[in-house]
């Protein structure tokens, strides 16, 4: 019996663990590239099962956060911009109305959700919540210097999950 010449990677994974995936959580954004992600991950849970559960989670930044505050400082006194409640709930709208068209891209099963926050920490709370077995999220592709300095919310959640993940890789 011939030993091949090339060197060859076993994975081995438990099917007991792959078949208790029913719940998944598919995070997008606003990146053209969600769209692979999107697509990608709802295939993905296909492939578990037809009864897997989908549920596509787009995370909005507080609305504080497009405000603007500046601190007096050296004798100025400073402003604020505030961000008023109509801001709010078009920021809102928009992200309803990108999930809608989002689900029904892929299935009428397909659930929605809109999370508030630091993305990558409301990605896990909420995948926590809704008890998810699998987190699908894209990994932008982001300068050296920009992972340095920032890191990723893909590698943050990485980082912190008790989830399993599974990273769609997207270039620009």
């Known amino acids: ?12 994974t438990n099917p007991l663990t792959i078949n208790g995936m029913k719940r998944i959580l598919i995070a997008i954004d ?8 999107a697509e990608t991950g709802y295939k993905l849970a296909k492939q578990l099962g037809a009864e897997a559960e989908v549920c596509l989670l787009h995370v909005v930044a507080e609305t504080r956060y497009y405000g603007m505050e500046y601190p ?7 402003y604020t911009l505030a961000v008023n409640d109509h801001l709010n ?10 999930l809608k ?6 299935d009428e099963k397909v659930t929605t959700h809109i ?21 699908v999220m894209g990994t932008h592709s982001h ?7 920032m890191g990723t ?8 999950t008790e989830i399993p993940a599974f990273m769609v890789p997207v270039k620009k």
Do not use: C
């Not at 068209?101 to 892929?106: F, G, I, M, T």
């Not at 300068?143 to 300095?149: A, D, H, N, R, Y």
């Open 143 to 149: 300068s050296t210097l920009e992972k340095l300095f």
């Open 101 to 106: 068209q989002a689900a029904a891209h892929l």
């Open 72 to 78: 007096s400082f050296l004798g100025y006194e400073g």
């Open 153 to 160: 919310e893909a590698t943050k959640v990485l980082e912190k």
């Open 30 to 37: 606003y990146h053209p590239t969600s769209e692979k992600v």
């Open 1 to 12: 019996m011939a030993i091949a010449s090339r060197p060859f990677v076993a994975l081995y």
């Open 115 to 135: 999370a508030k926050g630091e993305t990558a920490s409301s990605i896990l709370k909420y995948a926590k919540e809704w008890q998810a077995d699998l987190i």
């Open 89 to 98: 709930t078009e920021i809102e709208n928009i992200a309803k109305d990108f």
